[in-house]
C-alpha cells in the first residue's frame, strides 16, 4: 500500500502541491488528473523519491519512504513526463545502466531487455544512440526501463505522450493487466478518456488541491453532471475554450 499523508511541495514560497492525500492498494489503478501546472508532476517527484516534500510524507507499507530509499527504488517503476534520457547511450546501453543500477541480475537483464525491446519494435535499433531516436521510440525505452525489474509499484506521468495509436493501445492493456496482477499502479494525466477507461479511483487536483477523490461515478455524482469532461472542466474551472479560440482566431486576423 502506498500513501501520501499531508502531502504539500512549495517552490521558495509559492504552493505547488498542498496537503495531498490519498492511498492506492495492491491491484488499483489511481488516476491523478488535473490541468497544466495543478501540481501533478511535482507529486510524481514526491511519490518517487526525487524530491522532498516541503512538508508531509510518502509511505510504503507504513513505512516513510525516504528512511529506506534504496529499497523502495528497487520496487518502483517510474516514467517521467519528459523523456531526457543520455543521448549518447545506445538503447540498450541506457536499459543495462538502469537495470545494473536497480541491482538486477545480469543475465535476467539481459533476457528482459532483449524481449522487451522485441515487444516494443526496438530490437533492430537497439545499438544506436537515443540521440537518433524519434520521440515515441524514446518514449518505448522509458517504459521498458519501467517494467524491465517487474516492480510492485509503478508511477506513470502522461506515459502515452509521444507513442502511436498502436503502442497506445498495446500499453493500456499492460496497465490493466499489472494492475490485475496486483501491482499499485499511479497514472497522472490531463488525457480524460484514458483515465476514466483505466482507473479505479480517481482523484481532482487543481491549483495544487484536491477537489474530488473517488470512483468515476462519484466524481460524476458529486457533480451532478453527465460526463467526467463535464465534471472536470466544473471542478478545475477551465476557461470558457470556445471563447478562448475564437479570441484567439481574432488576435491573428487582427491587423
Ligand atoms: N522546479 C520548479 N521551480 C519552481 N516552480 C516549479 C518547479 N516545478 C514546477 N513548478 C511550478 O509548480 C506548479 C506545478 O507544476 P507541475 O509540473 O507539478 O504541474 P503539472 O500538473 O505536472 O503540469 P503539466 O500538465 O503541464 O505537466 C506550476 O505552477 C509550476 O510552475
Ligand atoms: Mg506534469
Redesign the pocket.
Known amino acids: 500500500m502506498l500513501e501520501a499523508r499531508g502531502l504539500t511541495k512549495c517552490?521558495?514560497t509559492?504552493p505547488?502541491?498542498s496537503n495531498v492525500n490519498f492511498t492506492v492498494r495492491s491491484g488499483e489503478i489511481l488516476g491523478y488528473l488535473?490541468?497544466?501546472?495543478?501540481?501533478?508532476?511535482?507529486?510524481v517527484k514526491m511519490i518517487t523519491g526525487l524530491m522532498e516534500p516541503t512538508s508531509g510524507q510518502v509511505l510504503y507499507h507504513g513505512v516513510n519512504i525516504k528512511d529506506e530509499l534504496p529499497a523502495y527504488k528497487k520496487v518502483l517503476g517510474y516514467v517521467p513526463?519528459e523523456a531526457l534520457l543520455y543521448p549518447y547511450l545506445t538503447g540498450w546501453e541506457y536499459l543495462e545502466f538502469v537495470g545494473i543500477l536497480r541491482g538486477m541480475d545480469k543475465k535476467l537483464l539481459r533476457k528482459r531487455a532483449d524481449a522487451l525491446l522485441q515487444l516494443f519494435l526496438l530490437f533492430p535499433y537497439r545499438h544506436a544512440t537515443i540521440a537518433s531516436y524519434s520521440k515515441g521510440m524514446r518514449q518505448r525505452v522509458l517504459l521498458i526501463a519501467s517494467l524491465m525489474h517487474d516492480p510492485e509499484i509503478l508511477v506513470f506521468?502522461?506515459p502515452l505522450s509521444g507513442l502511436d495509436v498502436t503502442s497506445a493501445v498495446i500499453f493500456r492493456k499492460v496497465v490493466k493487466s499489472l494492475s490485475e496482477q496486483g501491482k499499485i499502479i499511479f497514472y497522472?494525466s490531463?488525457v480524460l478518456e484514458v483515465v476514466e477507461k483505466l482507473s479505479s479511483h480517481l482523484l481532482i487536483?487543481s491549483k495544487?488541491n484536491l477537489v474530488a477523490h473517488g470512483s468515476v461515478s462519484d466524481v460524476r455524482k458529486m457533480t451532478g453532471l453527465a460526463t467526467l469532461e463535464d465534471s472536470f472542466s466544473h471542478l478545475v474551472q477551465e476557461r470558457d475554450a470556445e471563447q478562448i479560440a475564437h479570441d484567439i482566431v481574432e488576435v491573428m486576423a487582427t491587423p
Open positions: 517552490y521558495a509559492i505547488a502541491v488535473g490541468p497544466n501546472g495543478s501540481g501533478k508532476s511535482t507529486t513526463e506521468d502522461e497522472c490531463h487536483l495544487g
